[in-house]
T-cell receptor, first 117, second 117 residues
């Protein structure tokens, strides 16, 4: 079974600082994908970044980067130069390889990030 | 705008009633996923449809049912509603190419917030 663990229920960071949100995962499937989503107070789920298990380099998308350590089974999200608009709930998620149809995305419990001015 | 349309955005109803939530996937996406987000259970996978066929079931109650129509829109039917069914219901769509492509990102709609009184 696949499992995602986010151990930080909440984090408080000063504006313009970098922040790392922790995510560890567990799976027996050698092929999988890891995702981070942002959920602001308005409620929508916004895709941020994706990392495939066979990707050689860590994924980056603008101010977002994924610190992927396969041996440790961790996929931490790093947000550089944090902004007030980064205040939101952040979810780490994982899905296995798609064979016929697709496999469900399994989510962690989330980390609530608050950026202080 | 994510391209995934969910209606209604908000719904207030009474216990014992039945409601239908509607989802139109992103253009080109064949897969539709339904998730339930509640405070105590987090994000829970309910059901997945691919090109009109049910592909996977998660923690979906027998009182709930779903279908995907030939035009690929999907409906989630919730009946005999209970207070505990109050939650944010998300629909997400994906192209779901075979393998582990980064293109297989779930794009979420804005959600339908159901309140059962």
């Amino acid at each position: 079974a696949q499992k995602i663990t986010q151990t930080q229920p909440g984090m408080f960071v000063q504006e313009k600082e970098a922040v790392t949100l922790d995510c560890t995962y567990d799976t027996s499937d050698p092929s999988y994908g890891l995702f981070w989503y942002k959920q602001p107070s308005s409620g929508e789920m916004i895709f941020l970044i994706y990392q495939g298990s066979y990707d050689q380099q860590n994924a980056t998308e603008g101010r977002y980067s994924l610190n992927f350590q396969k041996a440790r089974k961790s996929a931490n999200l790093v947000i550089s130069a944090s902004q007030l608009g980064d205040s939101a709930m952040y979810f780490c998620a994982m899905r296995g390889r798609i064979i016929q149809g697709a496999q469900k995305l399994v989510f962690g419990q989330g980390t609530r990030l608050t950026i202080n001015p | 705008d994510s391209g995934v349309t969910q209606t209604p955005k908000h719904l207030i109803t009474a216990t014992g009633q039945r409601v239908t939530l509607r989802c139109s996937p992103r253009s080109g996406d064949l897969s539709v996923y339904w998730y339930q987000q509640s405070l105590d259970q987090g994000l829970q996978f309910l059901i997945h449809y691919y090109n009109g066929e049910e592909r996977a079931k998660g923690n979906i109650l027998e009182r709930f049912s779903a279908q995907q129509f030939p035009d690929l829109h999907s409906e989630l039917n919730l009946s005999s509603l209970e207070l505990g069914d109050s939650a944010l219901y998300f629909c997400a769509s994906s192209v779901d190419m075979p393998g582990n492509s980064g293109a297989n990102v779930l794009t979420f709609g804005a959600g339908s917030r159901l309140t059962v009184l």
